[in-house]
C-alpha cells in the first residue's frame, strides 16, 4: 500500500459542515448528548483522553473532516444563546490523511473536557468509518491495475451527500478521475465521464452521430471517451466511433453487460467466459483498432470491477488503458470506535481497552 501521505490538512471551511445542527446534537447517538447535558447540569468537568482506532490493515480518511468537526462543533452554550467553542481547550493528536494504518493503531487522541465534545464521537466517526472505506477500497483497485488509470464511477449507486468526500478519498488514494464535479470540489477539479448510453438513445442509438455532437461541444475541454456497447458490437462500433472523430476521440469504453455475448465473439466462445466484458473482448477491440491505424485510442473497461477482476485482467495481459470501477468501491465496512483511556492523566479504560500510545501522531494547531 505504498502511497506518500498528504502533510497539509485540509481547512475545515471545505467541509461545509452544518455547524448549528452538528453543535446542538442533531446528527449525534442521543446518549452523547444525554452524557453532554448530565456534565453541565453537574457541573463535572472531566479531563479524558479519548482514543480513536479501527481493526483493519487499512488506509486513514476522513481524518481532517473529523478534526473540522472538533475545531468548529466542540464547546458549549452559554447563558446567552451564543456558542463558547471549545477547541483552545482540546489537545488533538492525528495521523495524516491517506496514512497506511495497521490494527488496533491510534489515528487521533482528544485530551481535555469531556463535556466541550462529548456530543461530538458519532459523527467524528462517521467521518472516519465512510472516508476510511472509500479510501481502502481505491487504493486496493489502484494497486491491482499496476498503474493503470482507475476512474471513480460509483455516484449513481449511493446516496448525492456522500459524493464531496468520497471524491477527496479516491483521489488521495489514487483514482485518476471522478464522474463528478461534487467528487472533485475538495480539490478544485471538475467530473470526467464518457458518451452515455442515454445520449446514444436520444440520437436513435447511432453511437457515431451521438460521439460526433458530444466531441463538437466538448472536445476542447475533456478527453473524449464514447461507449461502444450500445448495438452489442463493440469491435465494429469502436472502429466507427474512431474513424468518425479521429484526433478528436480518446478513448471507447467496454461496458457490456454480464448477461451478454458482444457479437464480436459469436463464433469464438468455449474456452472462456464470454459474457460481459472478458480479455478477449478487449483484446479483439484492441486489434481492430491498431489494425486501422487507431493505435492512439485508449480502452477504458468497465461493468463489475473489483480488485480481483482486475486482477484478473492485469495476469493476462489484458490491453486496458483504464478502469472504471463503480459500485465496488462503496461496499464493505471500516468502522472506528473512541474509548476514553485516561481520567486525568491516569488509565481509566474499560476491560479489554488500554491506552496506545503511537508515535506517530502529530499534534493539531
Not at 86 to 101: K, N, P, R, S
Not at 333 to 352: H, Q, R, S, Y
Request: aromatic fraction near 8%.
Amino acid at each position: 500500500m505504498a502511497m506518500q501521505a498528504r502533510r497539509e490538512r485540509l481547512d475545515p471551511s471545505v467541509f461545509r459542515l452544518p455547524v448549528e445542527r452538528i453543535r446542538s446534537g442533531w446528527y449525534s447517538d442521543a446518549y452523547f448528548n444525554f452524557t453532554k447535558e448530565l456534565l453541565e447540569a453537574e457541573d463535572y468537568h472531566p479531563i479524558v483522553t479519548m482514543q480513536v482506532f479501527q481493526k483493519k490493515h487499512s488506509v486513514l480518511g476522513g481524518i481532517d473532516e473529523a478534526i473540522a468537526v472538533l475545531k468548529e462543533c466542540s464547546g458549549r452554550r452559554r447563558p446567552d444563546g451564543s456558542w463558547e467553542n471549545g477547541w483552545d481547550q482540546l489537545e488533538v493528536h492525528a495521523l495524516h490523511e491517506g496514512d497506511e494504518i495497521a490494527p488496533w493503531e491510534t489515528v487521533m487522541t482528544i485530551t481535555g473536557d469531556y463535556s466541550l465534545f462529548a456530543h461530538l464521537e458519532t459523527v467524528y466517526l462517521g467521518c472516519l468509518a465512510r472516508r476510511t472505506l472509500i479510501m481502502r477500497n481505491v487504493r486496493e483497485v489502484v494497486e491491482a491495475a499496476n498503474g493503470k488509470q482507475i476512474l471513480f464511477f460509483p455516484a449513481r449507486h449511493d446516496h448525492w451527500l456522500v459524493q464531496t468526500g468520497d471524491g477527496w478519498a479516491a483521489h488521495v488514494a489514487g483514482a485518476i478521475g471522478v464522474s463528478t464535479d461534487a467528487q472533485a470540489s475538495w480539490w478544485g477539479g471538475r467530473g470526467v465521464g464518457t458518451v452515455p448510453h442515454g445520449l446514444i438513445a436520444a440520437y436513435g442509438g447511432d453511437t457515431v452521430a451521438a460521439a460526433k455532437a458530444f466531441a463538437r461541444h466538448f472536445a476542447g475541454q475533456m478527453n473524449v471517451t464514447v461507449l461502444v456497447d450500445f448495438q452489442n458490437d463493440s469491435v465494429r462500433t469502436a472502429l466507427e466511433v474512431a474513424d468518425a472523430l479521429g484526433d478528436d476521440l480518446w478513448g471507447v469504453r467496454l461496458d457490456t453487460s454480464d448477461t451478454l455475448v458482444d457479437r464480436s465473439l459469436w463464433h469464438e466462445m468455449g474456452d472462456f467466459k464470454p459474457t460481459g466484458v472478458n480479455v478477449r473482448l478487449v483484446e479483439r477491440v484492441r486489434e481492430a483498432l491498431d489494425r486501422a491505424g487507431h493505435e492512439r485510442v485508449s480502452i477504458v473497461a468497465s461493468g463489475g470491477f473489483n480488485p480481483e477482476k482486475i486482477r484478473q485482467f492485469e495476469e493476462a495481459g489484458a490491453p486496458v488503458d483504464a478502469y472504471g470501477v463503480g459500485s465496488s468501491l462503496v461496499r464493505g465496512e471500516n468502522d472506528f470506535t473512541a474509548d476514553v483511556v485516561l481520567l486525568d492523566g491516569k488509565p481509566c479504560a474499560k476491560v479489554g481497552r488500554r491506552y496506545r500510545p503511537n508515535p506517530r501522531l502529530e499534534r493539531v494547531t
